[in-house]
């Protein structure tokens, strides 16, 4: 029999860059959580490992989720396969870990499908393979990450918030963004111990958020920009980029007032998704 898995977004609340690591990737501080906004996986047993997907030019050797049931399966020597149906609901390259998401619930998933018995500390260092935001999308629920993203300390759950998530239809290169990241916009991820602390004692209107690819993003897509007024007209506070675009995010005190902003930015031609945190682990 088979199975079925969501695949949750994830959140930067802060994103702060500290420097650029010896082996090439950048030092990181971010508070991230959890959204309830999801894909859905369907996982059933077959004599090789495929993958099909609601939106078919995913599917390939380069889909993350396919590299996660080949990583899984050559970890564990095991002799089968599976058929890994995707329902997509994460906006792709978004910001918001779609395909990190689904890689994550595919670990998840064949662990228990293939009955391979993995414990959580092996499924995270092929988590670590994958990405850097697979580890945080394994876990779910609210961690500060550090390192490359991989090192996670858990966190209790966000208080309930309104989120409203938009996305105006342009495409943003991740690895130019933070090619064109200058030192001076490295931080030292205060904000994100800041606000580890503060979010259960404040208002998300006061929380101290911070996203140090945001300015680098701005200069280069200004639509981005746009995003953000719209949502700060609309009455969002605080907004801010999701990672490194070009999704922008921003918190409403009432569902209605978040679905009366998500109609606004619809009428721009932009993609627009009411959610919120979600207490989530596997």
């Not at 989120?163 to 105006?168: A, C, E, N, Q």
């Not at 490295?186 to 904000?191: C, E, H, L, N, P």
Request: charged content about 15%; hydrophobic content about 45%; some cysteine.
């Amino acid at each position: 029999m088979g199975l079925s898995i969501p695949a949750y977004a994830k959140l930067n609340l802060t994103l702060e860059v500290l420097g650029k690591r010896p082996d090439g990737y950048h030092e990181l501080r971010s508070l991230m959580c959890s959204l309830a906004l999801h894909d859905t996986l369907r996982l059933e047993p077959a004599a090789a490992i495929e993958v099909r997907c609601s939106l078919p030019e995913l599917v390939g050797p380069g889909n993350l989720a396919h590299r996660a049931a080949l990583l899984l399966r050559a970890a564990t020597n095991y002799s089968g396969g599976a058929t890994i149906n995707i329902e997509k609901r994460i906006p792709v390259a978004a910001g918001l870990g779609g395909g990190s998401s689904d890689a994550a619930a595919t670990l998840i998933g064949l662990n228990r499908l293939w009955d391979t018995g993995l414990p959580g500390e092996a499924l995270q260092d092929l988590a670590a393979q994958l990405g850097s935001d697979v580890p945080f999308c394994l876990a779910g629920g609210t961690a500060l990450a550090s390192g490359r993203g991989e090192i996670l300390r858990p966190l209790p759950p966000l208080p309930p918030a309104i989120i409203l998530l938009v996305r105006p239809p342009i495409q943003v290169s991740t690895a130019s963004v933070y090619a064109a990241l200058t030192p001076d916009g490295y931080g030292d991820g205060a904000a994100s111990e800041r606000l580890a602390t503060l979010a259960y004692a404040t208002p998300p209107v006061d929380w101290p958020l911070v996203n140090a690819l945001q300015p680098v993003t701005l200069r280069a897509y200004p639509l981005v920009g746009e995003v953000l007024e719209l949502l700060r007209e609309l009455g969002a506070a605080p907004v801010l980029m999701c990672g490194s675009g070009p999704t922008c995010f921003g918190f409403f005190d009432t569902a209605e007032e978040a679905e009366r902003g998500a109609r606004a930015a619809r009428d721009r031609g932009w993609e627009a998704w009411v959610t919120g945190p979600i207490d989530w682990q596997p």
